[in-house]
């Protein structure tokens, strides 16, 4: 299922005005990427979204503050360590990550945002961090996107980069995003870092609207494992280069903006869940005619983190019955006796109880893509969340990620 | 870690007028018993608790409407099919299991029980369990408490069996329990089968109240996997032929009784989590001095539901960051700095930060049975949940269940 570079748009064009670079500190293991940087020709309005863990990465709280003033020009990235539940140190040392950066391209402290993912916990090496700054900022232009989506990589097995182009009064209008994902993913902010570039010319507000839009469907509806982290980040950048009319809320260009950046969004988050840690199928869980919407989300989030429907998923197993069991504990409104069940296309369950076509099933269930259809036939409320089955791989991966 | 036979009460005395048999009908794979019938001579007080999935199984439904009775004297089990999801003729079969139960014992059809276990949303083979039933009934007597606890299992490694026994007024009264769990166990009931025998005098009220304040400190406090199975049940059933006077809630005798029915639930719960699927570690997670109790069961779950807490306990790694982030996003309260985690002794964080000392913890993570314990320092609030280590083997079991 992993997908291979060829399949991603590595040649992408990309918006006007962004430069990358990426060096390596030796956060990872040795031979490895770990640092990169984007950075902007021009002063971009910013506006982000963070993990609504109580517990927040340092960086996640630096950056929190930084995106209120709307402007920003750099972000800096490590993989490696998260630089989370490292008190004042690691507050000092993502202020510090800003500071060296912004001296070297000569912006103001302010405009540098900062992002840390990898292990929680351990002191940032900021000895080996430090002297590689200058060297980051000389070789800006160096890099590709795809190259920094590579540096920004913990256990994902492959770059993510989305692009999407549209016309906007006659301007072209690039809109990219890299991120990261793989493991801790759930609801509401994941171990996952986007970064959204765009030449667009918009105002704080029209783009804080667009991504609020954009990330309630996409990667606040995807979950591998069902645990929250600490460093969920999304941020966007829009240097305004491609020189259309500034896109306000009220403008006419703001649907299709919005529109392209839920795409890309989308299509980030749907990588993220393709490179699961571990695993081997891309599943889509969709619940319709649930008394309203939070209940839809609610019934399919219980199904996309229950361990037993991820370990039926891998073994190619119809086993309906533990849907059933996912919903009924969700704290869903449910009617057993209502409730329609298709796997790929074929009905398993009917009123709640087995059309005895299990076996047919089983068979589609060897697809590398898993569709879960659930009827409810309540109310008008739906929802759809992807996410992933659970293998023996995740164990292993999890079982060994720090050794 | 599996207990093995010998490590159990194999030979413990059993309460007073209780009588068992087993039979083989065909629903679990050959050469497996499948069927047990729990007997008492003398018509028993009883009281249960049920899942509170919103899809429950029906023998779940029909125990529910005749425990309100408070009276009962004969429980048949099937294991290998769970009669979840299975309609109007689910209902059917589950009575005609009991009906057929009573006429073989010539007791009233409503002072018999039905449980089932096992697959959800398979016909019951009625086929093979009707003509089974007359066998069970003429054997009762010839089969031992250890031999029905082995007949409930399904991916259970071992039968689960605890009994106390305690001096009320000069009367010796017994406790014995016998369960089944493995899979699908999580907060408020699991896939859970549970019997609990004694030959006490006491009324229903006395016992309903001990029983509840049992179960929520024993099985309502255990997780395998966070998912909640359609069948769990817990039934006691007081014949009184120990001779003490009964016992009432106001009774002296009253607190000794609901200790020791207390403790047998606890042992039982204990033993559940020692054999989850695929589990090669016990594992206590106690969090201490949150904001209130509910709280620390919110966080002490959260953190006992983490595929990533699981999986570094399985890998030997002192990962705190994880239960950090896990706590994090439990929505229970904290503050990030005044967290203190201990693992096995071994404080690896202090302040929510790292005491740089994981490497120590790794190695006492070694051990078969984990202490996690965790200081929030804000309130008086505490609680203790029970879990298990998640294993690539919990995977191979439920990837092939059915298969």
């Known amino acids: 299922m992993k997908l291979s570079y060829q399949m991603l748009n590595m040649n992408t064009k990309i918006p006007k005005g962004f430069l990358f670079s990426t060096a390596e500190a030796a956060i990872k293991k040795p031979g490895r990427k770990d640092l990169a940087l984007i950075c902007s020709e021009r002063e971009c309005v910013m506006s982000g979204m963070f993990t609504t863990n109580a517990v927040k990465a340092a960086p996640v709280k630096l950056d929190m503050k930084r995106v209120k003033t709307g402007k920003g020009q750099a972000i800096i990235i490590n993989s490696g360590n998260a630089n989370a539940c490292s008190g004042e140190q690691g507050m000092r040392d993502a ?6 950066t912004a001296s070297s391209l000569k912006l103001k402290e302010s405009r540098v945002y900062v992002c840390s993912t990898g292990v929680i916990g351990t002191p940032m090496p900021m000895e080996r ?10 070789n800006l232009g160096k890099a590709t996107i795809d190259d920094a989506a590579a540096a920004i990589m913990t256990t994902d097995t492959f770059p993510k980069i989305v692009s999407r182009r549209i016309k906007l009064g006659g301007k072209t209008v690039m809109i990219s995003g890299v991120c990261k994902g793989a493991g801790m993913i759930c609801p509401a902010m994941a171990t996952m870092l986007c970064f959204i570039m765009t030449d667009a010319r918009i105002d704080k507000s029209a783009l804080d609207t667009a991504l609020k839009g954009a990330v309630r469907k996409s990667f606040n509806r995807i979950t591998i494992d069902g645990d929250m982290s600490t460093n969920d980040t999304v941020l966007v950048m829009a240097n305004g280069m491609a020189g259309n009319e500034l896109i306000e809320k009220k403008s006419p260009a703001f649907n299709a903006f919005a529109s392209a950046l839920a795409a890309v969004s989308y299509a980030l988050s749907k990588l993220i869940v393709q490179d699961g840690e571990g695993a081997t199928k891309f599943v889509e869980v969709e619940i319709k005619n649930a008394r309203n919407d939070a209940d839809a989300e609610k019934g399919a989030f219980a199904i996309a983190n229950s361990m037993l429907v991820k370990t039926a998923l891998y073994g190619n197993d119809a086993n309906w019955g533990r849907l059933m069991a996912a919903l009924g ?5 449910i009617k057993e006796g209502k409730i329609d069940i298709a796997l790929n296309g074929v009905k398993t369950a009917s009123k709640g ?10 068979e589609k269930l060897r697809s590398k893509e898993i569709k ?32």
């Open 353 to 362: 109880m087995s059309t005895g076509r299990d076996k047919e099933a089983n």
């Open 95 to 100: 202020r510090e990550m800003a500071a060296i």
């Open 329 to 333: 504990c969700s704290g869903m409104a």
């Open 129 to 138: 961090i430090r002297p590689k700054i200058g060297e980051l900022a000389r």
């Open 372 to 403: 879960i259809s659930i009827d409810l036939h309540l109310g008008e409320g739906s929802a759809k969340v992807l996410t992933c089955d659970l293998t023996g791989d995740y164990v292993k991966i999890n079982a060994g990620y720090r050794t």
